[in-house]
């Protein structure tokens, strides 16, 4: 068995991280950190996880406790794992980060959208960029791996393949997104009281979402992205519009990209993100609307899954070469 | 007190026009028909109105019930206004139909878009247009007015101003909207189930909603439109894109052009829907994008008042010389 | 008119206030006080109320501005109208407080369910119970009105005539209610947040919450309470159970006990939260059980309508000689 | 591999149980009938299927279809298992059942509480009552199962240690329980429409729902049962009340009752219902009330999970020898 360690294992991302690993027949959970929290039995955060993983606390972070760490998981704030990054990189396990803090292959770009300049960018370089259906051999090879965030995921599904095969213009290109609120994490404030939100969407952060600059990286188009906020606690719909060139049929196109994708599904019905919760699959669509000369493309996905957690076991399954499916659902628990 | 007639009474916008009507200092509500309910007690599909109307039923339609009233009330199935267009414009009253079937100007338009031939062209020019913010002196001296539905109005309150200004083009638009299922009506629908519904969020009608020739009509702009089904009962949020000619800045002429309103609210903050809940007001705000030459405008209204009910009103308010505002409110139920 | 302070208005129930006294025909709104977020735009915290007091912002508390206001209303946190007592009571005006500082009687029983000694038990028997369907002459002709909280309000309504009638025994009577998440404050906190709430429903301080105090006093009874949170912004559903005597139909007394009321709703219907939402309305609905030998009876209303705002609204247009029905609706907002 | 038939496979049970079985290491799905639906592709109805199923489809019941299964989950509307009873039993195959059909022991209870003669008493006391916690070993042996319902399941894991033990009376036991929508099943109807159920809570089936009497021949007491619609698509919480006999601590009983079992969680914390979603596991809790001589009894659970799927999974492992385990899991997708 291969022991993980898991950073930031209080939150949202940490408890689906543990969900998930509760039934994964390779992974063995060992330490979990959560600063905040340490100290506190699991179930106080995470009531749901009582049955598996009883009499289980929380641990102050502490870097010599990694040791007998095949693998690290790090969900942390942003910032924190270039803060931690010799700790972490030192220890000699794998990681596979969900940060923002080793996405960005530049460090001008991360200074432009994070408003700060990068710590490390000595290892930049060096992190691979988690999304399998991507960069998989680069993953398998890797040692350490930034995980990307839920939207980026999302988008670049449903826009790479279309870019790529000169379906659609680079420039010009919208995304309009939808959020459950976890993606928030778990923090209470103003902005995830149940009442501001049930009954209630909005856009935010718009015109400069950080993770713009992802979703420019992973396309190589110039992308206007607006992000809101849906009364669900989980799910990412992105509905992508681009100026179509008209040479090819972008369904057609993402069926192509995704056959032999064991958590993507292409087809015609128009995605909705509840097909998806809990599980690592993604549910993609497009149409060319003629009228107007546009490409619309949508992707479903929930945002702790194939955004998040799914994702971290996806990419650490390639790493420790396992069934790359090993521990994931590709089945929504719906309704 | 002028005598009021409801078509369509049992459903929800003939719920919110009965639950509006109950506080009207000068409507007074005559005969409710419900063809599908006829005879049935209105506390049976309208339970919340039970204190309000003790004993008051639903009648079938006939004509000669209609005797007596001064305004129509019609919020009945698609084409049923055509079908009766006869009965209702000979009857003296004035009407305010929510109906598609005298939204357009052009017969034509509504045969490429409702896909069937329009029954009554020689009425098409005579229904006025009721979106009063744009239209109010004629509303004023109209004896019949076709209500624009939900997605038009947030989508041409956002818009219109811009493109007449020059802040925007008129080609290229996008309209990326969502709605909560009260728009889809009271009738039992696999699409309406609840379990389907809550923790989901889905596109529907891509590239061909009916609704886009009304925004084309009302903006002179080329829209490609996609509305989004989202797990709230009421609301619409309208977030519209839009090529910047650079001009000027959208949030100032937004201000500006609706100063003067008393329903329209243009801020900074970027508007949610649940703001309007249950009242007449929009709540719109813009941003201009200088990274990718966009504009973003936003409009979120509730889709059973300014979206319908309480727009109706508004309209008949213009059309009897009352105050605008009477019966109507400004504020949302919120949170 | 009248002028009204509202202290804590920038809460939940202040905001329910301020939506209500927008449309109220005699009160007009003078100082609106608010602590912690004093200085703050009122469109801040309630932006729904844009359009209604545009411009307006809250002021911290400062006795001398209460001069001029021939009202108060107060909805501050539990304590504070104890220690602001003699500058409210001092400021002639006359006050409805919805703390739970003066509702009880007795002293004994305030420190036994609060685990505090009360402060001011000399003014105890000065605060008149502000339940109008129970003491409306009192109110009537009240300087000071202690206002009840949202639970008290169901469940008494709902009991009150059936033990008075002896249709049901006086022990063993069981209150399991529900509430919307607003009745828990605007306070940002683990319990709020809509992640846990959404999709969930549980039982909270079984066997001790303080409103049991309100119902034992207001009823006579012997009674156990457990209240749930359930997944909604707003509402009160009460299901109370006591042991039939046999000797009366409980939905005959309910319906005899409220025939003249204007906001309470008995009918063969079970109520549903929603019906009542945004008003001032209660539903009520009653069931003998022979089988058990046990009468079932159920109350809904708006925990933030009659449950709060509402209520201090109806007690008001009584302490001044108003139509008791001036600014309330008795229409929810449904669906 | 043991192949399963699914009958009833179109709707929500039938939809979880695919869920589950897609990653079950001993059963193989086999034929899956739906007869309204039949012909049509799987992912139509259950889309959140479409990686795990491709291309299936539901076939319409053909009892030649039945070869080759070792073991039938039936999951069909009221009644359809009597008609059905001699095709099923004859076929060889084991079967679990989740219809009330063949739940009751005595045809007099049957048709006291649904109306209706029993149509094949003779079959009654061969079906052994599908709730391993109560009956493990009974279960093992079976070749009929009858699966318990929602309620049942909730309501008798909490209560049914506290009578054995004599910690409760067995009369005036009362169990207030609130339900999510999926337990109402996939039809459309007024009472599941998404605007009737959001943002409210009801009462329903007043005194004479159905599963009062499997909570009686569970637990050996007389039972009031008021069953609640909440808004959620999943969960069962039972809030149960009994008259305390003050001989033993509820918590405790309850503890030692389930110390054993893998899927039962017992603690101080009270249970919330998202909890268990998605899952096979019940959490329960405990509180005995002095002041009224009352023990208060808490279960939540997933409707569909030890509600419905995840309990017929569970029986069916103990029929076939497995791990009582496989395929289920104990951790609920939280948030």
Redesign the interface.
């Known amino acids: 068995m291969t022991t993980v360690s898991i950073l930031g294992a209080s939150g949202?991302v940490g408890?689906e991280l543990l969900?998930l690993l509760?039934?994964h027949p390779s992974f063995d959970v060992g330490p979990c950190f959560a600063n905040s929290n340490a100290g506190q039995p699991m179930?106080n955060l995470?009531?749901?996880?009582?049955?598996?993983y009883p009499g289980k606390s929380f641990a102050p972070f502490d870097i010599s406790l990694l040791q007998g760490s095949d693998l690290i998981f790090a969900a942390l704030p942003h910032g924190e794992t270039q803060r931690l990054a010799d700790a972490l990189t030192g220890s000699g396990a794998r990681i596979v980060d969900l940060g923002a803090d080793f996405r960005l292959n530049s460090a001008e770009d991360f200074e432009a959208w994070y408003g700060e300049p990068h710590q490390r960018p000595d290892l930049l370089g060096q992190f691979i960029y988690g999304l399998p259906e991507l960069h998989r051999d680069r993953i398998r090879n890797a040692r350490w791996v930034a995980s990307p965030g839920c939207y980026p995921t999302a988008a670049s599904l449903a826009l790479k393949p279309l870019i790529d095969a000169g379906v659609v213009e680079s420039t010009?290109v919208?995304v309009?997104a939808?959020s459950?609120?976890?993606g928030a994490g778990?923090a209470?404030?103003?902005g995830?009281?149940?009442?501001?939100?049930?009954?209630?969407?909005?856009?935010?952060g718009?015109?400069r979402h950080r993770h713009t600059a992802e979703m420019e990286m992973n396309t190589g188009a110039?992308?206007?992205f607006?992000p809101?906020l849906?009364?669900?606690?989980?799910?990412i719909?992105a509905?992508c519009?681009a100026?179509a060139t008209g040479k090819h049929d972008p369904l057609a196109i993402l069926r192509d990209a995704y056959a032999d994708e064991?958590?993507v599904?292409v087809?015609e019905?128009?995605?909705?993100?509840?097909?998806?919760?809990?599980?690592n699959?993604a549910?993609l669509s497009a149409?060319f609307?003629k009228?107007?000369g546009?490409v619309?493309a949508?992707a479903?996905i929930d945002n702790l899954g194939k955004g998040a957690a799914g994702q971290m076991i996806q990419c650490a399954n390639l790493m420790f070469g396992l069934d790359e499916t090993a521990g994931l659902?590709?089945?929504?628990?719906?309704?």
Chains 1, 2, 3, 4 share one sequence.
Do not use: N, Q
């Open positions: 949202y408890g969900r509760a039934a179930a995470h009531p749901h996880l009582s049955l598996a010009g919208i309009d939808a459950g609120v976890s778990r209470a404030s103003a995830t009281h149940y009442c501001g939100v049930e009954g209630s969407f909005r856009a935010y718009l015109t110039e992308v206007l607006t809101h849906m009364a669900t606690s989980r799910g719909l509905t519009y100026r064991a958590f599904h087809g019905a128009l995605p909705e993100t509840k097909w998806a919760t809990g599980s699959a549910f149409r609307d009228r107007t546009t619309v949508l479903a659902s590709r089945v929504g628990v719906y309704p």
